[in-house]
C-alpha cells in the first residue's frame, strides 16, 4: 500500500517472520496461527484518529484501483470488511481473525483450498459463503482486463498469481473455494500476495449484474468512491454510519462481528487540514489517537504532562523518490540510464535528513528492504550504503557527455536536466527534506521545481501513466501490506508492477519471478530472495530514502495504542482499543 510517513506504527515487528517462508515445497497443510490479543475493559467511549495531514479516505469497496491504493482507504476498508486472511505484526497468520479458517495445498502448490469460517456474518446476519468469495474473485479477474473501465484496473493485477496464473476458481460448497494454479508457486508466497487480496464482499448486496461480470466492474467502480457502498453491510468490527470529505468518517460497532466485538461507542477518522492542525487537536483533546511530525518534538512535553503516550515505530516498508519512466514520459530517456539515477541518489544526503530534519527518528535506507525493524528479509551485504557525495556524483554526469550549461546540466541532444518534483502537502518535514534535495541537486546542475499537492491528487497523478506534469516525486513509499505482502517486489519493480513508476528490466523481471517458485528448503528461498533484493539496491528503480519511524500519541484517555497499533500490517485493531 502507498503510504506517508506519519502512519500509526507499531512500537518494533518481532525478528523472527517464521511462517513466510516455511511452507517452501512443504505438504498439505493449514495456515500458521498465533494468538489474538484479548482485552477486558470499560464499553463506550469515542475513539477519535487523526488522518494525516490533508488525507481523506476515498474508496469504499476492499478491492481498489492504483489511484486509491493508500493505507488510510485501508484503514477504513479493514473495520467494514473482514479479510480473507489477518496477519498479526509478526506476519502470522490468525485462523480465528481470518475469514478462511483454514487453507491447505498441495505438495507441488498447485492446488489451494480455502475454508470459511462459520462463524462470520454480515451485519444483516446472513453469512459469508462462498458467494462472496467467488464475487471478489469474479471482479479481481474483470477488473484486471487490458479493456476495464475507469478507475480500473484493480491494482493488484499480476500479484501473487491474481488473476492470470489461476487455471480455476471453484465453489465446492458454501464453506470451500478450491483455487488451481497453472503452474506450481511457492506456497505461502500465493498465500500471502495472491488469496490475502481477495476481502469477500457482500454479493447480495452489491452484485448488481451477477451474470455480466463486465457490467458489474463498471457498475462498482462507478459507486467505490461512494460512502453508501460501504454503508449497506459490513462483516468486518465496525460499520460505516456516515461520511464527510474534508471532515470526518464516523463508525458504530458491528454487533454481529465474528471477532472480537469493540467496547468504544463510536470510531471517528477525522481529517486534518496540517500537521499544525493535528497537533492543535491533540492539546485540545479533539484528536485521542494522533501523530507528531519531526518538527513538532518541542510539543512532546506539554503533550506528556496532559498524560498523553509518545512511542516510535518502524513499518516494513520502503521509502522513496519517484522518477516518471512511463513511456510518454519525454525524460524516459534520461532516468532510463542507471548512471543518471546513481547520480541523482549520491546528491541526496541521507544522514542529513535523519539527524537535522527527522531528529534521529529514521534510518538511512539503500535498497527494497528496510534495515529497521529488523527481519530475516533485510541482507546487509545485499544493501551497502551509497555515500552521500556531490563531486563523485556530478563526475557521472560529465563523463557520460552531460556538460554545464547556464548552471544547468544539457546533454548533446540538447535534453537539460529540469525537473518538476511534486511532494506531499502538509508535512513540514517533508517539505525541508524536498527543499534539501533541490538544493544538493542544484550544486550538481539539476534544476528541480517543487510542486506541492495534496496526498490523494499525489497518489492519482504518479500513478497514472499518461501523466507528464511530473518528472521527480517525493513523499509517499510502500508497506509490504498489500497487495503483496511477502515483499518479493514484484508489485513494485517487475516491467508490469501494478504500482510502479514505468521502470523495466527483463533481468529484474527474471529475479523476482524466482522468488515465487516453490523450494525445497526456506534456505534455497532466501538465496534466491538475497539474489534479487542485491540487483534492486543498485539498480535504483526508484531513489532511496530514509525510513522514517512514526511517532505516534495515545491520548491519555486510551488503552491499548501503543500494544494493538498492529500497523506493520497496516491493520491496526481499533477494535481491542478502549477509551476511559
Known amino acids: 500500500m502507498k503510504l506517508r510517513s506519519m502512519t500509526l506504527a507499531s512500537a518494533a515487528l518481532a525478528v523472527g517472520i517464521a511462517t513466510l517462508a516455511a511452507g517452501c515445497g512443504s505438504t498439505t497443510t493449514t495456515s500458521t496461527a498465533s494468538t489474538s490479543p484479548t482485552a477486558t475493559a470499560a464499553r463506550g467511549g469515542t475513539l477519535t484518529v487523526a488522518l494525516p495531514a490533508d488525507t481523506n479516505v476515498t474508496w469504499y469497496i476492499p478491492l481498489f484501483d492504483a489511484a486509491n491504493d ?3 482507504n485501508m484503514w477504513l476498508n479493514n473495520q467494514i470488511y473482514q479479510p480473507l486472511v489477518y496477519l498479526n505484526d509478526q506476519y502470522q497468520i490468525v485462523p480465528s481473525q481470518s475469514v478462511a479458517s483454514k487453507i491447505t495445498y498441495n505438495k507441488a502448490g498447485t492446488v489451494y483450498h480455502v475454508f470459511i469460517g462459520k462463524q462470520w456474518k454480515w451485519s444483516n446476519g446472513t453469512p459469508v459463503t462462498s458467494k462472496d468469495l467467488m464475487f471478489s474473485w469474479e471482479i479481481a479477474k474483470y477488473a484486471s482486463a487490458k479493456n476495464a473501465p475507469s478507475p480500473w484496473p484493480f491494482v493488484g493485477d499480476g500479484t501473487g498469481n491474481i488473476p492470470t496464473g489461476i487455471k480455476s476458481v471453484v465453489a465446492n460448497s458454501p464453506n470451500e473455494v478450491t483455487f488451481t494454479l497453472d503452474h506450481p508457486a511457492n506456497q505461502q508466497w500465493f498465500i500471502y500476495n495472491g488469496l490475502i487480496q481477495l476481502y469477500p464482499m457482500p454479493a447480495k448486496a452489491l452484485n448488481k449484474y451477477p451474470h455480466n461480470p463486465q457490467l458489474e466492474v463498471k457498475y462498482l467502480g462507478s459507486i ?12 468486518g468490527p465496525f460499520k460505516l454510519v456516515s461520511a464527510q470529505t474534508n471532515q470526518a468518517w464516523t463508525l458504530k460497532p458491528n454487533p454481529r462481528y465474528g471477532g472480537h466485538k469493540a467496547t468504544i461507542s463510536k470510531l471517528v477518522f477525522k481529517y ?3 500537521d499544525a492542525a493535528e497537533l492543535a487537536d491533540l492539546k485540545a483533546g479533539n ?20 498524560g498523553d503516550t509518545i512511542f516510535p515505530g518502524y513499518s516494513l516498508g520502503v521509502f522513496w523518490t519517484e522518477m516518471n519512466m512511463w513511456p510518454k514520459s519525454p525524460f524516459k530517456s534520461v532516468f532510463d540510464q542507471l548512471y543518471v539515477r546513481k547520480a541523482l541518489q549520491e546528491s541526496i544526503d541521507q544522514k542529513a535528513i535523519v539527524k537535522e530534519l527527522d531528529k534521529g527518528y529514521a534510518v538511512p535506507q539503500y535498497g527494497p528492504i528496510p534495515s529497521t525493524p529488523r527481519t530475516k528479509f533485510y541482507n546487509a551485504k545485499a544493501e551497502p550504503p551509497m555515500a ?5 556524483a556530478k563526475k557521472l554526469l560529465t563523463s557520460h557527455g552531460w556538460t554545464m550549461k547556464n548552471g544547468v546540466m544539457t546533454n548533446s541532444k540538447g535534453q537539460q536536466m529540469k525537473f518538476t518534483m511534486m511532494y506531499v502537502t502538509g508535512d513540514e518535514a517533508l517539505l525541508q527534506q524536498a527543499q534539501l534535495m533541490v538544493a544538493d541537486w542544484k550544486q550538481l546542475g539539476v534544476d528541480v521545481t517543487l510542486k506541492g499537492e495534496g496526498f490523494s491528487q499525489f497518489i492519482s497523478i504518479t500513478s497514472d501513466p499518461t501523466n507528464t506534469s511530473w518528472q521527480l516525486a517525493v513523499g509517499s513509499g510502500w508497506d509490504y501490506n498489500g497487495p503483496g505482502w511477502m515483499p518479493t517486489g514484484g508489485q513494485l519493480f517487475s516491467s508490469t508492477a501494478p504500482s510502479g513508476t514505468g521502470y523495466a528490466n527483463k533481468h529484474e523481471d527474471a529475479l523476482i519471478a524466482a522468488t515465487h517458485k516453490p523450494y525445497p528448503t526456506p534456505a534455497a528461498f532466501m538465496k534466491a530472495f538475497y539474489a534479487y533484493e ?8 526508484f531513489l532511496w530514502n530514509p525510513n522514517p519511524a512514526t511517532i505516534n500519541v495515545g491520548g491519555s484517555n486510551v488503552i491499548g495504542a501503543k500494544k494493538y497499533a498492529n500497523s506493520v500490517t497496516g491493520n491496526p485493531g481499533f477494535n481491542y482499543m478502549q477509551v476511559k
Not at 224 to 235: F, G, R
Not at 287 to 306: H, I, R, T
Open 388 to 392: 552521500y557525495n556531490l563531486a563523485a
Open 534 to 541: 542485491a540487483y534492486t539496491a543498485q539498480q535504483l528503480p
Open 224 to 235: 467505490a468512491t461512494k460512502p453508501s457502498t460501504a454503508e449497506k453491510l459490513s462483516d
Open 287 to 306: 484528536v485521542n489517537l494522533g501523530y507528531l511530525d519531526p518538527s513538532e518534538l518541542g510539543s512532546a512535553p506539554s503533550l506528556k504532562a496532559q
Open 70 to 72: 493508500s493505507v488510510y
Open 272 to 274: 486534518e487540514s496540517s
